[in-house]
């Protein structure tokens, strides 16, 4: 995985992991692999995906099974789909109305792209 400097490597990983969930590749109440599963796949520190367990276990997308692991939370998806919207509402929304602004576009522009 190529990590980028903008963004807290543990939040990348929880990117990855939230992909993954919304693909379908983990289902609800689905086992997802272990700490060291994903470090040894990512090559990270299993520390650094403790850490991403924990974020996505505070936002309740995943949930923890004492002595059995970690598990995707029901409705996972509709979660992290809406935490997705509005990070994009609060973070980059403004940069990209801002950076129109500047260079003179219109969302008539926009959508002369989009088509």
């Not at 990983?13 to 939230?18: E, F, K, Q, R, W």
């Not at 109440?29 to 996505?56: F, H, K, Q």
Request: aromatic share 10%.
């Amino acid at each position: 995985m190529d990590f980028k400097k903008q963004k807290p490597i543990y939040l990348q990983i929880a990117d990855t992991l939230c992909e993954r969930i919304m693909t379908g590749q983990w289902g609800d109440d689905e086992r997802i692999p272990s700490v060291r599963d994903v470090a040894a796949e990512l090559g990270v520190n299993p520390n650094t995906v403790m850490r991403t367990y924990e974020y996505l276990q505070t936002a309740e997308v995943i949930y923890n099974r004492r002595g059995v692991g970690y598990f995707v939370a029901p409705k996972a998806s509709e979660l992290i789909l809406k935490l997705h919207r509005q990070d994009f509402m609060h973070d980059e929304l403004p940069y990209i109305v801002q950076r129109m602004n500047m260079l003179g576009l219109t969302w008539e522009d926009l959508m002369q792209v989009t088509k």
